[in-house]
Nanobody, 128 residues
Framework: QLQLMESGGGLVQPGGSLRLSCAVSGRNYEFHTVAWFRQAPGKEREGVGCVSSNGAGTNYADSVEGRFTISRDNAKRRVYLQMNAVTPEDTATYYC?????????????????????WGQGTQVTVSS
């Protein structure tokens, strides 16, 4: 059983940067794939990217490739989402999610139903 808690959201200007953090507690965290999702009002939840259990592998959605970076520090039990060159289209509630093993990382990184543990979300608003 894992518990996840996001932080770091807020208001940022277009072109700016923001770093979200996901703090994870519970057993065997280091054996879980962790992903970031986002959901804007009136839209479906969208996968942003995911990181493998050891942090060596990452996948990104086309919409954020080259702008966002996911990393994890297993010693600190944290996963990060560095957001650069943000646009108003990045406005959403951002969630981190985790699932055991690396199977989801390899075949279904962006499928919400593959993730068993979720945080409560943190709001990111991109506006001038």
């Amino acid at each position: 059983q894992l518990q996840l808690m996001e932080s770091g959201g807020g208001l940022v200007q277009p072109g700016g940067s923001l770093r979200l953090s996901c703090a994870v507690s519970g057993r065997n965290y280091e054996f879980h794939t962790v992903a970031w999702f986002r959901q804007a009002p009136g839209k479906e939840r969208e996968g942003v990217g995911c990181v493998s259990s050891n942090g060596a592998g990452t996948n990104y959605a086309d919409s954020v490739e080259g702008r966002f970076t996911i990393s994890r520090d297993n010693a600190k039990r944290r996963v990060y989402l560095q957001m650069n060159a943000v646009t108003p289209e990045d406005t959403a509630t951002y969630y981190c999610a985790a699932t055991e093993g690396d199977g989801t990382f390899h075949v279904a990184c962006y499928a919400p139903d593959r993730y068993h543990y979720w945080g409560q979300g943190t709001q990111v608003t991109v506006s001038s």
